[in-house]
């Protein structure tokens, strides 16, 4: 354990020091247009990737994933040291730290925020750092994080957006009686540690970040970072003209360009089309309620959503949507996920067994249903519109519904939806967080869907204490096993992330956990 601790001091030197081929610019803002506006800057209660890839640029954790998303590195803490027999973790912070608005970062912060992230039924991702016991202090720079169990997973923890370190005094000062009513109102103005806060914030339109003057991380030419003044997330749900003010040059970056633009943008003069490696999943998810609307629910038949899988030609969706930069799903996970299992594609393509399937259910003639489909995203509308000809070849009749993010999203977490178009990306170099939310019912009902597997759940829960590499292995291969043959999903491919960035951007980078990070972006002048 003393390699961990020696590896986190050396990574506390190294941080922003990596030798540029530029002579790093300061100053600045950088446009980057975003698919969608975040809904809740607040990190405990919260599940949005439009809200924790903006999160990482506010709130900072004790630890930060690598640049490759597979290990840690030194964020507020300089160093750490896990206990010989795992039940502890002893954090060191780093010197002078304070949060955005000048005041310290003090050890008694730090517990109350890991507390807070591990209080059962306050958000979501509770599970994530549910081994902790209790966090005590000790003198001004050391934090004891104590455990019920030894957890496999309590260092990759540490660096998850629901373990943001906030201001305990603010937080407790804001307006309302409850947790959540706190946590709302601090979300408007939030007050974090990360390299950018929040200046303005005009719904659904633009939200303005400014670099905070009190971040801790060092550039490379020896002065504070980030080297930008300000980042304007503007919000373009409509592809095509999100890349036309690229083009145009009123954005110096977006996210998400359909693959179908991508050969294009990679020929443009005046910007970088990347591709970067990422956690990312494709899939359709299916409401397995027995009844939705007071009228019976198909999906809720195990043997139609397996007909529905083998009717979904993936490799055609993938030429189609993709261009053939996506590749088969081979498990609900990702195959980058630590412990994935699966080398084939799950359902090959076989519409009479499909037929068959459908058969077996009882719904030989079919049925009619419907999908929540992004409003103004090709790479969605073109998934829903081949699955609409593909699903017909067995009788469903597919309505298309095209809607905004919020919309979907509110029926999503409401569980009134019949399927929904989605994606994952994890935000933890672990399989536990994509589990709990795919699988583990007790969490949010397997992705909002009601389905349940007893089995899968307590091999979920006895994986969070698992320590034997093994025997943790063995656990979650049997999960996958379970889960992908009958869960309620429609897994589809997987892909990288592709962003388009003007040739004046250096330095941002969207890690495979799918942070955007902004800390060392700059600007030419």
């Not at 030798?19 to 975003?34: D, I, K, M, P, Q």
């Amino acid at each position: 354990m003393k390699t961990i601790a020696k590896a986190a001091l050396v990574a506390g030197l190294l941080l922003g020091t990596s030798v540029s081929a530029y002579a790093v610019e300061r100053g600045g803002t950088l446009n980057y247009g975003r698919y969608a506006d975040s809904l809740f800057l607040e990190p405990v209660l919260n599940d949005a990737n439009v809200d924790i890839w903006v999160l990482s640029n506010l709130y900072d954790t004790l630890l930060l994933p690598t640049d490759d998303g597979k290990g840690v590195q030194a964020g507020l803490a300089s160093a750490w040291k896990l206990a010989d027999d795992g039940l502890s973790v002893t954090v060191t912070l780093r010197d002078g730290i304070k949060f955005s608005d000048g005041t310290p970062i003090t050890p008694q912060d730090v517990a109350w925020s890991l507390k807070r992230a591990a209080t059962p039924d306050n958000g979501e991702w509770t599970f994530i750092v549910g081994s902790i016991a209790d966090v005590t202090t000790e003198g001004d720079k050391t934090v004891v994080i104590k455990l019920k169990h030894a957890d496999p997973a309590i260092l990759t923890a540490l660096t998850v957006f629901n373990t943001g370190i906030m201001p305990q005094k603010a937080f407790e000062a804001a307006a309302g009686t409850t947790d959540a009513e706190k946590a709302k109102a601090f979300a408007e103005h939030p007050i974090g540690s990360g390299p950018f806060m929040l200046k303005s914030w005009d719904r659904g339109s633009t939200m303005k970040l400014v670099r905070n003057p009190y971040y801790w991380g060092m550039g490379e030419d020896g002065k504070a970072l980030p080297y930008l003044d300000g980042i304007n997330f503007e919000v373009i749900p409509d592809d095509a003209t999100r890349i036309l003010k690229l083009n145009s040059g009123e954005l110096d970056g977006a996210e998400f360009i359909p693959y179908s633009r991508v050969d294009e943008l990679k020929s443009a003069g005046n910007l970088n089309m990347e591709l970067y490696p990422s956690t990312r999943v494709q899939y359709i998810t299916l409401n397995t309620r027995p009844q939705l609307d007071g009228k019976d629910n198909p999906l809720s038949n195990a043997k139609v959503r397996e007909a529905m899988n083998y009717a979904a030609n993936k490799e055609a969706i993938i030429q189609i949507v993709t261009h053939g930069v996506g590749k088969p799903m081979t498990s609900y996970m990702s195959s980058a996920t630590p412990l994935h299992t699966g080398d084939k594609p799950l359902f090959p393509y076989d519409i009479e067994k499909a037929k068959s399937l459908m058969k077996e259910a009882g719904f030989e003639k079919g049925f009619s249903t419907s999908l929540l489909v992004l409003a103004g995203n090709q790479d969605e509308i073109g998934i829903a519109t081949a699955l609409q000809q593909m699903w017909g070849q067995i009788g469903i009749k597919l309505d298309l519904q095209q809607v905004d993010n919020a919309s979907r999203t509110a029926q999503y977490r409401a569980g009134t939806f019949a399927m929904r178009e989605a994606a994952w990306t994890d935000d933890i170099a672990d399989p536990n967080e994509i589990t709990s939310y795919f699988v583990y019912s007790p969490n949010i009902g397997a992705l909002h869907t009601g389905w349940k597997s007893d089995e899968a759940d307590k091999l979920f829960e006895t994986s969070q204490k698992e320590i034997d590499v093994t025997k943790r292995a063995a656990d979650y291969a049997r999960i996958q096993a379970i889960y992908n043959a009958e869960g309620p999903i429609v897994p589809l491919y997987e892909t990288p992330y592709p962003v388009a960035l003007s040739k004046k951007v250096h330095g941002f980078l969207q890690i495979p956990l799918g942070n955007n990070i902004f800390t060392k972006t700059w600007l030419d002048k």
